[in-house]
């Protein structure tokens, strides 16, 4: 089977034979009353990674935007959220708006909309809350993410990013979007997963020394929820490891990937969506999902708001000829239901 449903970008996999041993998988504490050992280490090893002065790990994004968002509700925000973001950090968001904040939905990508919703809020004393994600898969462009960045700081608020399908694949050294588009300051807050470019089920949190401060003081889950486990940390620091050795090298395998995806797309005349990203979306072609499963090739059929999509995820592990064989594939099936509805 020739899996393109898999989100490991980079092709980093982490068995337990490559993993430094532990002597406890976990503490049986909170994080609040004691660090898992090396974890403050690999914090400051993911903020410089990412260009911040700061990090911090959770378990998971879903923890790291239900706290964040529980400590933003106290102040005088509005939460304006970019169309394309992700469904755990809008659960985040709308736990802040549950606790008093207004929310506001723009299109994606519209400057002049999240514009005019700043300078509006703004006039009612309210400082923006821009949530967006780094990349919205099956995008042709990034979003403007320095002007989302201007806003925020301009306003006296925040640009909160979910940066989880950048990291590790994109910015320098796989530092994510704060190294690509050049962001900084402490209007910049950063919420991602490594389980993508990474391989590796954590999330950190990453922004100013300030930001973290307060955070600290603040987290709920800190409290009343465990830690990363020693597995998760360990396989954490090997692919920080395997990054520094190895990242640019695994990036560029994955770019031109991407370019063989896209130049063998063109030359069948299939439409194909995704820019340079490996998330490659084929319009109106879910319908060919089964087919191509029982011919040997795996893709996601996702659903939209007319025929769903056909989604293929490229890895840097995949070769040349398996790329060929799926679009040889896909070509034929394609073809073939064309001619019998001709």
């Given at each position: ?10 092709g ?21 009353l ?9 914090a ?11 990090a ?8 790291l ?9 106290a ?18 968001a ?34 923006p ?15 403007p ?44 807050i ?8 990474f ?16 955070f ?5 889950t800190?409290?009343?929820?465990s ?25 560029a ?6 370019a063989?995806?896209k130049?063998?797309?063109a ?22 999902q ?12 996702q659903a ?9 995820l ?6 040349p ?22």
């Open positions: 089977m020739l899996d393109f449903s898999s989100a490991l970008y980079l980093m996999r982490h068995p337990a034979a490559a993993l430094a041993p532990w002597s406890s998988l976990s503490l049986g504490q909170p994080a609040a004691q660090e898992p050992p090396g974890a403050r280490a690999l400051m090893d993911l903020a410089a990674l990412q260009g911040c002065e700061a911090w790990m959770l378990p998971s994004t879903l923890h935007f239900w706290d964040l968002f529980g400590m933003l509700a102040e005088r925000l509005v939460i304006l959220v970019d169309g394309g973001s992700y469904a755990i950090a809008r659960w985040g709308e736990r802040a708006q549950a606790l008093g904040l207004p929310l506001r939905l723009f299109p994606s990508g519209e400057m002049a909309a999240l514009r005019q919703l700043v300078e509006t809020w703004g006039r009612q004393g309210r400082r809350l821009i949530l967006a994600d780094g990349y919205v898969p099956g995008s042709e462009h990034l979003l993410l320095a002007g989302y960045a201007a806003l925020a700081q301009q306003g006296g608020g925040y640009l909160l990013l979910d940066d989880t399908q950048v990291l590790g694949v994109m910015g320098t050294q796989g530092g994510g979007s704060a190294r690509l588009h050049g962001l900084h300051g402490e209007s910049l950063v919420g991602a997963s490594l389980a993508k470019g391989g590796v089920p954590l999330a950190v949190l990453a922004g100013s020394r300030k930001l973290f401060r307060r600290v003081a603040h987290s709920q800190r409290v009343h929820a830690p990363p486990s020693a597995a998760v940390l360990a396989a954490a620091r090997r692919a920080l490891a395997l990054n520094a050795r190895h990242g640019d090298v695994l990036r395998r994955l770019a031109d990937r991407v063989q995806w130049t063998g797309m030359a069948a005349g299939i439409v194909c969506r995704g820019g340079s990203f490996p998330v490659q979306r084929l319009p109106g072609r879910a319908h060919l089964p087919a191509l499963r029982a011919a040997g090739v795996l893709a996601l059929a939209g708001n007319g025929p769903g999509a056909l989604t293929f490229l890895r840097a592990d995949q070769t000829r398996q790329l060929e064989q799926a679009m040889n594939l896909l070509e034929h099936h394609i073809r073939r239901r064309y001619e019998r509805s001709v």
